[in-house]
């Protein structure tokens, strides 16, 4: 087996979901699941990133299910959306946001969130997984501070021009926003071709969310695999503004 290292290599070549016995995307179901079963490797994870596929466990002892749902949600940036309420809370939040220098942090208090059914799908399998992306430089997270208190974030993995987001947490108003907007003008001025949002909740809606059809998300994941991944850690934007 390749390090996860090696296997970024060829992945703008070979995108091989067969290997690691991912079946075509175009087998989705309606809902979006493609596969279950399988493991968190890193190398895993990389090749079903790469084929636009992302796992979305139920429990902690379900086999992994595996999700590429069409339509797909995503952010461009450079055509987000800001309203007056977000414009107005960056201007005069005080917070600091910061990327990569707290993620074990976020990641655990992403998997904290409270949800309607009490659980979480964020597993302590997945939490050593992408810690582990981390560490080798794919997983990224973006910080929100009041002072010395973490108080929101969002985390998720970069391949290429392709960021896919897949948690994000508050615990004070537009934090968690905030850190959104600061990794989207990030990703503008990289010149990512988009951010994969997963889920359409009412805040990426507002912020312009388009829905990609599964033919046209994969043709835009094929572009953004040519372009060379930027390795972590990324450095900190600094305090929070607004251009």
Same mark, same amino acid.
């Given at each position: 087996?390749?390090?996860?290292? =090696? &296997? ?11 290997a690691?016995?991912? +079946?075509? $995307? ?9 596969? @279950? ?9 990389? $090749? ?5 596929? !992302? ?11 595996? !999700? %590429?749902?069409?339509?797909?949600? @995503? #952010? ?12 107005? &809370?960056?201007?005069? &939040?005080?917070f *600091? $946001?910061t990327?990569?220098?707290?993620? +074990?942090?976020v990641?655990?208090? %992403? ?16 939490v050593?997984?992408? *810690?582990?992306?981390?560490? #080798?430089?794919f &997983?990224?997270?973006? =910080? ?10 969002v ?6 021009a392709a ?6 947490f508050t615990? =004070?108003p ?12 990030? #990703? ?5 071709? !988009? #951010?994969? %949002? ?7 809606? /507002?912020?312009?969310?388009? =829905?990609?059809?599964q033919?046209? !998300? ?6 953004a695999?040519?372009?060379?991944? /930027?390795?972590?850690p990324?450095?900190a934007?600094? +305090?929070?503004?607004?251009?």
């Open positions: 087996m390749p390090t996860a290292s =090696e &296997a970024t290599i060829g992945l703008k070549l070979r995108r091989a979901r067969r690691l016995g991912f +079946p075509p $995307v175009s087998r989705a179901r309606d809902d979006g699941l493609l596969a @279950v079963g399988g493991t968190l490797s890193a190398e895993r994870l990389l $090749v079903a990133y790469a084929n636009g596929i !992302f796992p979305w466990p139920s429990s902690k002892r379900a086999p992994i299910p595996w !999700f %590429c749902p069409s339509p797909r949600t @995503v #952010l461009v940036p450079g055509q987000i959306r800001v309203n007056r309420s977000l414009r107005r &809370a960056v201007r005069r &939040a005080p *600091t $946001v990327f990569d220098r707290a993620f +074990p942090a990641i655990t208090a %992403c998997a904290r969130v409270p949800r309607q059914d009490q659980g979480t799908w964020i597993t302590p399998a997945m050593e997984a992408y *810690t582990e992306l981390h560490e #080798l430089g &997983a990224h997270s973006v =910080e929100t501070w009041n002072g010395d208190e973490l108080v929101g974030g985390y998720g993995v970069s391949l290429g960021f896919f987001g897949e948690s994000m615990l =004070e537009d934090a968690s926003k905030i850190a959104l907007y600061t990794l989207l003008r990030r #990703l503008e001025a990289w010149e990512f071709r !988009f #951010l994969d %949002c997963q889920m359409t909740t009412p805040h990426v809606v /507002r912020l312009g969310a388009a =829905e990609w059809s033919d046209h !998300f994969q043709s835009e994941l094929h572009h695999l040519e372009a060379e991944t /930027r390795r972590g990324w450095s934007p600094g +305090p929070a503004a607004m251009a």
